[in-house]
């Protein structure tokens, strides 16, 4: 029942928002006041600030119904964004016949509200910008959890036209709250009345969706041991570069080669089969885990693990050592890296979308590391917890000559016992200085 | 909202005092409001110094609120008398503002949670707009009804919404926006008036039949018919203070003589002026009398029937400007307070009531055959009138029962024919309307009366309390040349009633206090009681002593300050959050796991020159933060810090300008 008068409410606060400038605000309030003093029509003259104020909103509400113009726009996005990080972009904006003058163009999210689990997990009672009674009754948080869902804020833009054009570009700013999928709904093109009480919005509906990586913080150059392991079938080295011989490793196909082996577009250019040759290789690969179990009951400490987890997978050297990440949501998610500058992405646009573990227990991503234990030369933990089902992890890999790295964002207990490998815990208020003071060695 | 055009505070202030009839202070608050600007020097008054002029304020406001109500006789009109001197009371804020070098309105002056917090300085607004339509509201509540007022406010309108116009709109297309609103602002002005009328004829009168004192002089609705239980509330409506020999049995507020449906209408009879003799006195008839009650009172917005006793000659202590008695012997008061506390001469006798008109002999026609019967079963219909009536009132006592609870299966169309045939029981105004038409059978002329029955004694109060459910119906008939009292319900509807919850010691001892305050709050100034002058002896100190507490500490708070600075947490210092907002503002906003130097050094070199200064500003902020011997943790060391910040955010607030 309060949830939904929280959408009511704050349905109604943004409508007006939109629908009313400064000075209409203002109007509709001394309207307010002076009917309250002008009831009595006997008694005082209120009444007639009273009238004024209302002919001048039925007078303004008149004039914006005619502004009408029909508009395309369209958003020019780039691939990803990352949290924290203002996102500046074009909206190209036609109208069917001149636009003049000034108006807003406003750019809006599609709408989330919390749910009524989401809304009691929200912890933030500390808001300093509410005073008690808004805690007490939750709709600053409730606002600022939508907010949050939504994933970023975006400014409206004032544009004045100083000569009627039917094309418009303008620059917008996206501000992404969180990481993940940010989904845009609509733009709403507003023109105040001749007035400037009202607003008059012409809305083009434009569904488009925006990837937000996790922030990443700089870290420390890592000390990894230096073993290698045997990997069969070895990885695709380089990435293809136009003709160049030099680059590619491919010989004539032969009866039995595996027919995803064959590389096509260098079989048309030279009008023979011709398949990829994977040589047997020895490298060193790193695990980088990541702890998601219990992270439903802490917002701010999830999100702290996934920005260590993203600054380890953006900036940790591993020269030629290829990084996985595991992590367990519904089920065990493994995420290699290759060894180009670019291959680190699709670890970010995993961490992007990582979820808390709500149906699994630890035991999955123990047994899901464990199996991928004989490929891994050394392995960067980043736990939630610090407890003893976690320290038989690290146990049980250090046993298998694994070289790790814990980093822990909670205090560790007297059962978390590790031996010699590092342990560094990293505060979730200020994981930035944590990280910079992390150890460097991984044995 | 930005600052208002030239003048607009000053015009408006001028119409107030033109218009309010207060042209003194009008013309000081013009020279004073609008000479501001004028002031060359600029003080730099910080929020402390805003916040202690907006108590002294709000004291002074309160103090002004109190007195107010005190000397006034009317609550609604005090507040009106309050309202008009807002503009006044609330101008030093706007001096102040334009006087201060931000011209700025702190808000942390008018909410205490900001207080508390102390964020930053930049949550500030501009109040000209808001003081402006303080003023405007101020005019219009106290200003009479003319055509000025309304033109005033267009053109004050107009000139004050003329900067809001939208960017690029013609002058012509406002100009005519501005005559169109201003044209159905006159149109729906008149509609208003005229809805109240109709609102006031039609509907508030259906609601002020039921009410227990202020009833309508020309008609009484009844509840004959009426199914449920007839509710009377416990609550003291009337006190009556009289010599127990003086005791009026029965206060009367209204004569009514044509029955319809239920309702009982008065007669149609001219009203008589009372001139007062003095400023309190009103004498109905110069007859002279002995008994003497002292009566008091509310009536509902100071107009309405009085309840007097019967045979009232004259009236004293009054508190009205207009009282009118109609020939029937209703006595109402057109205009006065709504505290009446005024003392009834009377005899008893209803002698100065005009004679019957042929309207007091009417019977609705179908109801004269069960009229007739009824008087001949009470064995009445063929005594002379004392007799006849005695003989009635005795039939209705012996074989009627008084009751207010009247069950669901007795819903008839036909409710008094019921009361005279088989039900045999009901309440006061069934037997006053039988009583009354069976008086009328029998060719003796009878009225409707209704008022208060005075039995109650208070030792408490010393004087006769009459509450709600103490409201009666009784007969007036003409018996020997005048008008006399024919009471027809049974005595045991006294017990009944009073034996009703009667139990109200913590509400009648509350009623007693408001009694005697009203007592002396409304007093006449030669009675030596009430707000006169001489009180503002003891609000004046008392107002001083509030000043010099709120000023004492204040001065005890500033004194206090450098020693609690070590205190507070460094993350709550006003001017760090002072500068994540001013990024925030640019579109860099901090998240709440970043750390201050991770976050700045998120911020593009192109776009921030500063972003050296505040990078060393960061980890100066960090090192004072975590490693307390890595920066002075002095008084100066902190303060430079914080200055520094302070700086560093007024800056960057520049580029976008303070937030609104």
Known sequence: MRLRLFVRAYRLSRWADRRFTPAGKTVLLLALVSGVFGLDTGRTAAYQVFALCAALVVVAAVSVVAWRPGVQVRRMLPEVATAGVPVRYELRVTSDRPLSGGFVVQDELSDRFPSARQFRQEVRMRDPASNAVDRRIGYPRWVALGAWLRGGTIAPVSVSLGTPSSEVRVDACLLPLRRGPVRFARTRLLRSDVLGLLRGAVVHPAAQSLWVLPPTHPIPELRFPGKRRHHRGGELGVPEVGDSQEFLQVRDYRPGDPLRRIHWGRSARTGRLVVKEMGEEFFARYGLVLDTFGGDADRDRFEAAVAVAASLARHVRTNDALLDLLFVEEHAVLAAAGRGPGSRMVLLRALAGVQPARTRSFATLADAVLAHASRLSACVHVLLEADAARAELVQRLAHRGVAQLVLTLRDPGPGFRVGAVPVHVVDAGDPARSLAGMPTEVR | ?660
């Open chain 2, 1 to 660: 909202m930005s600052a208002p055009p030239r003048f607009l505070l000053g015009a408006s202030l001028g119409a107030w005092g033109w218009l309010a009839g207060k042209p003194l202070a009008g013309a000081l608050l013009v020279i004073l409001v609008e000479g501001a600007p004028l002031v060359r020097q600029r003080w730099q008054f910080d929020d402390r110094e805003f916040e202690r002029v907006t108590d002294l304020i709000s004291i002074g406001f309160a103090l002004f609120a109190v007195w107010t109500w005190l000397a006034s006789r009317d609550l609604a009109q005090g507040i009106l008398d309050l309202l008009s001197w807002l503009p006044a009371l609330l101008a030093p804020l706007v001096v102040m503002q334009r006087l201060s070098e931000s011209g700025r309105f702190p808000l942390s002056a008018l909410f205490w949670s900001l207080r508390r917090r102390r964020e930053t300085p930049a949550r500030s607004m501009q109040i000209d707009y808001a003081y402006f339509c303080h003023v405007l509201v101020a005019t219009a509540a106290t200003a009479p009804r003319t055509l000025d007022l309304g033109m005033v406010c267009s053109v004050l309108g107009a000139y004050a919404l003329w900067p809001w116009r939208r960017p690029g709109a013609r002058a012509s297309w406002w100009v005519l926006a501005a005559i169109a609103a201003a044209a159905v602002a006159g149109a729906l002005g008149f509609g208003m008036t005229i809805a109240q009328r109709f609102v006031e004829a039609r509907v508030l009168d259906h609601f002020r039949d039921r009410a227990s004192i202020a009833s309508r002089a020309d008609r009484s609705r009844t509840a004959i018919g009426d199914l449920g239980t007839l509710e009377q509330s416990g609550r003291i409506v009337l006190r009556v203070e009289a010599a127990p020999a003086s005791r009026p049995p029965r206060l009367r507020d209204g004569v009514f003589d044509t029955y319809q449906s239920g309702v009982w209408y008065a007669p149609v009879s001219p009203m008589r002026s009372i001139a007062p003799v003095g400023t309190d006195h009103w004498v109905l008839d110069a007859r002279p009398v002995e008994h003497r009650a002292r009566i008091s009172l509310w009536l509902a917005g100071g107009r309405g029937s009085l309840p007097v006793p019967e045979g009232t000659a004259r009236l004293d202590a009054l508190n009205a400007g207009i009282v009118q008695a109609a020939a029937h012997g209703t006595v109402l008061v057109a205009q006065g307070a709504e505290f009446l506390d005024f003392t009834a001469r009377f005899d008893g006798m209803s002698l100065a009531d005009g004679p019957p008109t042929p309207r007091d002999l009417s019977v609705p026609t179908r109801l004269a055959p069960l009229l007739q019967r009824t008087g001949e079963e009470a064995g009445a219909a063929t005594l002379p009138p004392a007799a006849a009536a005695e003989r009635l009132r005795a039939f209705f006592h012996d074989t009627f029962a008084y009751t207010v609870r009247l069950g669901a299966n007795e819903a008839t169309p036909r409710p008094l024919d019921a009361f005279l045939t088989t039900d045999r029981r009901g309440h006061c105004e069934y037997f006053a309307t039988a009583a009354t038409l069976v008086l009328r059978q029998m060719g003796i002329p009878a009225r409707y009366v209704t008022g208060y029955a005075v039995e109650e004694w208070s030792e408490r109060e010393g004087a006769f309390v009459v509450r709600a459910r103490d409201g009666h119906a009784w007969t007036e008939a003409w018996i020997d040349g005048r008008w006399q009292s024919v009471d027809a319900t049974p005595p045991a509807w006294r017990a009944l009633e009073s034996g009703e919850a009667s139990a109200r010691p913590i509400g009648d001892t509350l009623s007693w206090l408001y009694h005697r305050f009203n007592r002396w709050r409304f007093a006449a100034p030669e009675d030596g009681a009430g707000p006169n002058a001489l009180w503002l002896l003891v609000i004046v100190p008392l107002a001083g002593w509030v000043l010099w507490g709120v000023m004492r500490r204040s001065r005890r708070a500033r004194a206090e300050e450098p020693a609690s600075l070590e205190s507070r947490r460094i993350e709550s210092w006003p001017e760090v959050v002072a500068l994540e907002r001013a990024l925030a503002n640019l579109g860099f906003a901090r998240l709440p796991s970043q750390s201050i130097r991770g976050w700045v050094r998120t911020l593009p070199e192109e776009q921030f020159p500063e972003r050296a200064a505040l990078l060393a500003w960061a980890e100066r902020h960090d090192r004072a933060r975590y490693d307390p011997a890595g920066i002075s943790r002095s008084q100066d060391g902190v303060a430079v810090l914080r200055t520094e910040a302070l700086a560093l955010a007024r800056g960057l607030e520049a580029r976008t300008g303070p937030a609104a």
